[in-house]
Every structure is written in structure tokens, then in C-alpha cells.
């Protein structure tokens, strides 16, 4: 049977193209908000971190009325490290919305997102947003699309997909590229070109898990599609996996929505081909198979991939440890590791011989800074070790995880972006002029990409864009240099002053202001030199009998660098750990006591 009332559908894009403003248009010129209802833009960016960065981290659900058809909208995060919630949502849906930006054209996690949706045999929708774009180059960017799924080995009806060329700002889509008027080209083609699901009624029912949330009074809410039959409230079921790693165990369901707008709406049962959240079964995860009871047929499910990247978690015991935080104990923090474990899926979470310490492993950087920020926005406190990329054995060799890099700089900066991926092991794949900029590509050990960001945006003037997608494993490239800064680091404990600091800013670039509170063995600042120095910025200028402590000039000091998450984890050396709370980001040696790291060296 098919469902002509229904449509599935993922929006799948890189980062910052105009998935989330797209569905907002999609939302407001469907009559799913009232005339004078107040919506903010970006309305799926649900969390404040999305908000703030502008970026897609978690995938959300929504859905829309068009002519009596149901059209499930999924918008897909668009970073390569939540690549685990892309993967697992193309289950649920019939056809994908691939969007691209008329002026960047497809970029990595384009590629990665759309081979994804290849796999699976859907129907391709090409759209090309952002055409009001003074920089849009609309038939070149076609032709990168064709070119990817030739690339990717798509098949001939997917090479003969359809475009659309729209402004996700103005609310406009078009079949030609002078631009339309409204959304309604785009809803037409989705009603036209993506199938209805074929679903059968009869026989017992079938449901897959794809994707988990979490709410502290019901626990864990499942999402996913129905796939046979009708699913009841209050209906006994049997749960289990396709891959047999839980034995198949008897549940109920206890409450079920179906999503309706942006709000989850309470129904009493629904049928094969919609995407309903149920409630009130225990332990269920991502991939679990849930059937009528006694009629068990698991449904086979993609294996996520695994994480690339790790850092250990501890508890913070630096000198203000306790200061700041709510959360500062062993207990806490490894609740809260194992909490996220329930809706992320892409992370693993192991405890290691000293109890105060856990290693996290993710998909990579950016995905664990977000589980950081989270925490500390939380009112935890943690120290944090620097990142490490997890090595292989394939076929008795060792192997490390390769990132595909996209980089967009000005034709001047190729140089020095050359020089510097050459001596981290990075190949070049392709170059390519794009107007005045130029476009290189390379395949690059993941290693090879810690801390090199801010030396990217220094080396092209703030103007380089870079994106990076997870490649797969190849052989071990041999060693790479490791930053070549040292640290100043604090001589005592206490507060820095304008005249400690005046003369410590001689030695280096400093990232603290006077006023601030500081402890021995705490990272003040980066040197030039490859060798850590200490400074003592809590030095005070002494009286005298003919001197007067102002009588000086006043000193000047050039502004401190402002360290964020993500530049701190990147400066971060293997002897240093960053200790995050919710007011502060200090970054600190592992050995607290300078005496005694000095004895250390001297015993290497």
C-alpha cells in the first residue's frame, strides 16, 4: 500500500548553507504559525549553542501541511563530527533535500552527507539556496553537483535529479534561475518527485529506532519511523537489535506523538510510514527494533561509525578547584558522561585505572568542545587533557584517520597554506581558481589538523575558510612537529598586576589582564620560544624613600589574547591540561610545582 498522504524528507547540506532559514520559510509560508504569531529566526536551532555559532548540531524534526499531504521535514546538522546523527536519520525519510550554497558550491561534508543518502537509494532534490547572493555563480555550481554524483556513482536517475534554485532568506524557489516568488515550486517537487512510502498495513507491527532524546520525566523518548502495521498506546512489544548485542527483551507503550509543526502532539495510535516518539520502554537505543509482541523480526540497521578522536575527562583539582562549579565531583562527572551517552551515539565513554578520570572519544574536536561547553554551561567543573587521535591495526600495520580538507583562501595565501599542511603530512588532491580565491584539497592525517586553525586564519588574514570531513584509515605517516610556542607560566599564586605583567609581556604574547587571580604552574601566555618560560606577573613594583610607586610613566600593556574553548584545546601541549569551569578557561601544567618540573627535565 502507499500513503499519498505522506511525504519523508531530510534536508542535508555543509555547515552554514541555509538548511535551518530554508525551513523556516518552508514553515511560516505553509500556515504552520499564526498570521500574528511571534517566531524567531532559526526557529530548529533549539539550544543556545546552536544559536550562538549558527550551526545545526542536533537532528530535529518538524512537519508541514501542503495540499492534505503530511511532509516530515528533518533539518540535519551540517559539521563532519555530528556526521552520526546524519547517518542514522536518512533512515527514516524517502528522499533528501541536498542544498547547496550558490556561491561555495559543494563543499566536504556535502560529499559525506549526499554518499550517505547514495547508499541508501533515495531521491535527490538539488537545491541551490542563497542565489541572491552578489557572488553566485549558479551554472558553474550545477555543474560541481553533476560532477560530485558522478564522482559518488550515482545511478542514472539520481544523475537526472532536479534543481531548484532558491533564497532561503526571501522565502523564494524557482525552476529557473531568474528566482521565484514563494515556496510553493519546492513543496510542489517534493509532492511530485519524492515517493510516498510504500508501507504495509497488515501483519504485525515494526518499528526502528533512529534517533533518541531525553527529558528527565519520562526518560528516554525513541524517534523513529513505523514501518508495518499499526502501533497502539498501551500495547505490549518486543525490543531487540538486528546485530543480536541485547537479548530481546517485553516492553509497553506508555505515551506516543506524532510531531505536528514544531510541537509534539499526544495520539492514541498511528500507521506504517509515520514518524511518531514513543516513551516508556527502558534501556531502548538507536538501532533497536521494536514489534508486536511475540512476532519478533528485527529490521537491519546502519552501523554508526566510530569515533576518531579522544581526550581523558577529569575531576578539576587545580588550587581554585570547587570555586565556581556546582558539579565537582567524581560522581557528577561521570553521571553526566554516561547521561550523554543515552542520546549520543557517536560517543564512547571508558573509565580508566585512576577513578577521578574517564576517556571520552568522538567523531572529532568540535564534537567533544560542544559536550564541554554543555558541561560547563551546566555548572560542571573538569579538566580536560589534549586531544589524541585513535590509531588501528589493519593487517598487522598501523593505521591513523585521514581527513579530506577543503580550503578557500585568497591566491596569495596558497604559499604559506601549502608550506604549512606539506609539513603535517598533508597531500594536495586538486586545485582549482574560484574567481580571485583559489580552492585546494587535501587528504590529511587527523593529527595533522590539532592547532592548526588559528595558524590558518593568521596566515590568511582571518579570510581562509576550512572544512574537513573524515576521509577513512590509511597506513601511519611518521611523526609531525608539535607546536613550536612554549608557555609562560605563573610563578606563584596570586594576583596579577600592571607592573608584573609590563615586564612578562617582553617575553611573550599574554592571556591574562591585570586583576586576575592566578596560580603557580598556571599557563599565563605563549613564548616565542619552543622552551616554557616562567614569568612572575604578580610582582609588585617596591617603594623606596625617593621613588613613589606612580611616579613613573604608566605602564602600558598591549590587550591579552582572549583564549575560547576551542583556541585553548588547540594550544593545549601534551604536559598541560585545561581546566574548564562555568565562569573560567585556564589553561595549567600537568605538575603544578615549577621546582619539580624542573627536576623532571633535568632527570630526560
Given amino acids: 500500500m502507499v500513503r499519498e498522504d505522506l511525504r519523508n524528507v531530510a534536508i542535508i547540506a555543509h555547515v552554514d548553507h541555509g538548511k535551518t532559514t530554508l525551513v523556516d520559510q518552508m514553515l511560516k509560508q505553509s500556515g504552520t504559525f499564526r498570521e500574528n504569531q511571534a517566531v524567531e529566526e532559526r526557529v530548529m536551532d533549539s539550544n543556545d549553542i546552536e544559536r550562538e555559532r549558527g550551526i545545526t548540531i542536533l537532528a530535529k524534526n518538524t512537519s508541514i501541511k501542503y495540499k492534505d499531504v503530511k511532509i516530515n521535514v528533518i533539518d540535519t546538522p551540517g559539521h563532519a563530527d555530528f556526521g552520526g546523527e546524519v547517518e542514522r536519520v536518512l533512515k527514516m525519510v524517502n528522499g533528501v533535500l541536498l542544498l547547496v550554497d550558490a556561491a561555495e558550491g559543494p563543499m566536504p561534508q556535502t560529499r559525506f552527507v549526499l554518499q550517505k543518502a547514495l547508499e541508501l537509494g533515495h531521491k535527490i532534490i538539488i537545491v541551490v539556496n542563497k542565489i541572491d547572493r552578489p557572488d553566485a555563480r549558479l551554472k558553474e555550481v550545477v555543474e560541481e553537483v553533476l560532477e560530485l554524483l558522478l564522482d559518488l556513482d550515482a545511478t542514472d536517475e539520481q544523475l537526472d535529479s532536479p534543481v531548484l534554485f532558491c533564497s532561503g532568506r526571501d522565502g523564494t524557489a524557482s525552476l529557473t534561475m531568474d528566482g521565484g516568488t514563494d515556496m510553493i515550486p519546492l513543496f510542489d517537487m517534493i509532492l511530485n518527485y519524492v515517493p510516498a512510502p510504500e508501507v504495509e498495513e497488515d501483519g504485525g507491527m515494526q518499528y526502528l529506532v533512529s534517533a533518541i532524546d531525553y527529558n528527565e520525566y519520562v526518560g528516554r523518548i525513541a524517534i523513529g519511523r513505523i514501518e508495518r502495521g499499526v502501533m497502539k498506546v498501551n500495547q505490549d512489544v518486543s525490543i531487540g537489535d538486528f546485530h543480536n548485542t541485547k537479548q530481546e527483551y517485553r516492553g509497553k507503550i506508555v505515551t506516543m506523538y506524532q510531531i505536528e509543526g514544531l510541537n509534539r502532539v499526544p495520539c492514541n495510535e498511528a500507521k506504517a510510514g509515520d514518524i511518531v516518539c514513543i516513551s516508556g520502554i527502558e534501556n531502548i537505543t538507536i538501532g533497536d527494533t521494536i514489534c508486536e509482541f511475540g512476532k519478533f523480526e528485527p529490521l537491519p540497521f546502519v552501523k554508526i561509525s566510530e569515533p576518531t578522536v579522544e581526550m581523558t575527562f577529569s575531576v578539576n583539582n587545580s588550587p581554585f578547584a570547587g570555586k565556581e562549579g556546582k558539579f565537582v565531583t567524581t560522581r557528577h562527572i561521570r553521571d553526566r558522561l554516561f547521561k550523554e551517552l543515552l542520546k549520543d551515539v557517536s560517543l564512547r565513554v571508558s573509565e580508566t585505572d585512576n577513578a577521578d578520570t574517564y576517556r571520552v572519544a568522538g567523531r572529532g574536536e568540535m564534537h567533544l568542545s560542544i559536550l564541554i561547553e554543555n558541561m560547563r554551561r551546566e555548572g560542571y567543573e573538569l579538566g580536560v587533557s589534549t586531544p589524541r587521535v585513535l590509531y ?204 619539580q618540573r624542573a627536576k623532571d627535565r633535568a632527570k630526560m
Wanted: proline share 5%.
Fill in 392 to 595: 588501528r591495526e589493519i593487517d598487522g600495520k598501523l593505521n591513523e584517520p585521514i581527513e579530506r580538507v577543503v580550503i578557500d583562501v585568497p591566491e596569495d595565501c596558497v604559499g604559506s597554506v601549502m608550506e604549512k599542511l606539506g609539513s603535517r603530512k598533508g597531500e594536495l588532491q586538486a586545485m582549482n581558481p574560484i574567481g580571485s580565491r583559489m580552492r585546494l584539497e587535501f587528504l590529511i592525517p587527523a593529527r595533522g589538523l590539532f592547532g592548526y586553525k588559528s595558524e590558518f586564519l593568521t596566515d590568511t588574514k582571518g579570510e581562509g575558510i576550512m572544512s574537513s570531513v573524515f576521509e577513512g584509515y590509511e597506513p601511519y605517516k611518521g611523526d609531525i612537529p608539535k607546536r613550536a610556542q612554549g608557555s609562560l607560566v605563573a610563578f606563584e599564586t596570586g594576583e596579577a598586576v600592571t607592573y608584573g605583567l609590563y615586564n612578562a609581556q617582553e617575553r611573550g604574547e599574554l592571556f591574562i589582564s591585570a586583576g586576575t587571580q592566578v596560580y603557580e604552574g598556571m599557563v599565563v601566555g605563549a613564548s616565542p620560544k619552543s622552551d616554557d618560560l616562567v614569568v612572575n606577573v604578580c610582582k609588585r613594583k617596591h617603594l623606596t624613600n625617593t621613588r613613589a610607586s606612580g611616579s613613573d610613566d604608566a605602564l602600558r600593556l598591549i590587550p591579552p589574547r582572549n583564549m575560547s574553548l576551542e583556541d585553548a584545546l588547540e594550544f593545549l601541549a601534551d604536559d598541560e591540561l585545561l581546566e574548564v569551569t562555568p565562569k573560567s578557561i585556564r589553561i595549567r601544567k600537568r605538575t603544578l610545582s615549577n621546582q
